[in-house]
């Protein structure tokens, strides 16, 4: 057996995440060190990550700048820090651009077969639903239903849903507008999680997350969405 098998892809998310013990990490650097493949496992993992956030973070709106002869020496070294920063994610964004395909009728993204080397059919998908709005939740539900109908006959198409952020309402059940549409997904094999991490921001405020009978809780989106992409899967982000 090699030395990284017995290293599970949890382990290597709370890794990667750094929720592991001091010794843990100790250890897993010292076996990463006589490992390449274990090596190269780590090396991937951060990556899907990164590739994930990039593909599903909200771009802030920009800050008011002030003048720079009203500028302190200190203000104007971040402001350089800040373009600094603006061109490195410019140049990112164009490295990533040949791993993501944009979707015309969703509008959000797919993973190409350039970044995943799984062996899973590249014929499943998870669909990421971050919006709030019922027109984005609306168009969600019906890109799944054309992702069932247009599986080949005879090859099922599995399907997964992760909401989190503002569209977590998709699944609260005393908020969402298409508790029906989830049923009957449901009913098709279709899979939905609601983030762990969004449910816990709301409760922290007081809010009562009440969801859907059909959603699963238990996972953040990030780790729903890299685990499908380690498998293979493509991804969707609505």
Same mark, same amino acid.
């Given at each position: 057996?090699?030395?990284?098998?017995?290293?599970?892809?949890?382990?290597?998310?709370?890794?990667?995440?750094?929720?592991?013990?001091?010794?843990?990490?100790?250890?897993?650097?010292?076996e990463?060190?006589?490992?390449?493949?274990?090596?190269?496992?780590?090396?991937?993992?951060?990556?899907?990550?990164?590739?994930?956030?990039?593909?599903?973070?909200?771009?802030?709106?920009?800050?008011?700048?002030?003048?720079?002869?009203?500028?302190?020496?200190?203000?104007?070294?971040?402001?350089?820090?800040?373009?600094?920063?603006?061109?490195?994610?410019?140049?990112?964004?164009?490295?990533?651009?040949?791993?993501?395909?944009?979707?015309?009728?969703?509008?959000?993204?797919?993973?190409?077969?350039?970044?995943?080397?799984?062996?899973?059919t590249?014929?499943?998908?998870?669909?990421?639903?971050? &919006? !709030?709005? /019922?027109? *984005?939740?609306?168009?969600?539900l019906?890109?799944?239903? =054309?992702? +069932?109908?247009?599986? %080949? &006959? !005879?090859? /099922?198409? *599995?399907?997964?849903?992760?909401?989190?952020?503002?569209? =977590?309402? +998709?699944?609260?059940? %005393?908020?969402?507008?298409?508790?029906?549409?989830?049923?009957?997904?449901?009913?098709?094999?279709?899979?939905?999680?609601?983030?762990?991490?969004?449910?816990?921001?709301?409760?922290?405020?007081?809010?009562v997350?009440?969801?859907?009978?059909?959603?699963?809780?238990?996972?953040?989106?990030?780790?729903?969405?890299?685990?499908?992409?380690?498998?293979?899967?493509?991804?969707?982000?609505?």
């Amino acid at each position: 057996m090699k030395m990284d098998e017995n290293i599970s892809e949890e382990q290597l998310n709370a890794f990667v995440d750094g929720e592991l013990e001091t010794e843990e990490v100790s250890g897993l650097f010292d076996e990463a060190e006589q490992s390449a493949d274990l090596d190269q496992r780590i090396c991937k993992q951060r990556k899907l990550k990164e590739l994930v956030k990039h593909a599903y973070r909200d771009i802030p709106e920009p800050k008011r700048v002030l003048p720079v002869s009203r500028m302190t020496g200190s203000t104007v070294g971040l402001a350089l820090v800040a373009s600094a920063i603006l061109v490195l994610g410019a140049v990112t964004g164009l490295l990533l651009h040949g791993f993501l395909e944009h979707d015309p009728l969703t509008g959000g993204y797919a993973l190409t077969g350039k970044q995943s080397t799984a062996t899973a059919t590249a014929e499943n998908y998870i669909v990421h639903v971050a &919006s !709030g709005n /019922p027109e *984005q939740m609306k168009r969600a539900l019906k890109r799944v239903s =054309l992702l +069932l109908s247009s599986a %080949d &006959s !005879g090859s /099922p198409r *599995q399907v997964e849903v992760v909401a989190n952020e503002k569209g =977590l309402d +998709l699944l609260r059940s %005393d908020v969402t507008r298409f508790s029906n549409e989830i049923s009957y997904l449901a009913s098709e094999h279709v899979v939905f999680y609601a983030c762990s991490k969004s449910i816990q921001r709301l409760e922290d405020k007081g809010i009562v997350v009440k969801l859907v009978p059909e959603a699963i809780p238990g996972y953040t989106a990030l780790d729903r969405v890299v685990l499908r992409m380690n498998d293979g899967w493509q991804y969707i982000k609505i």
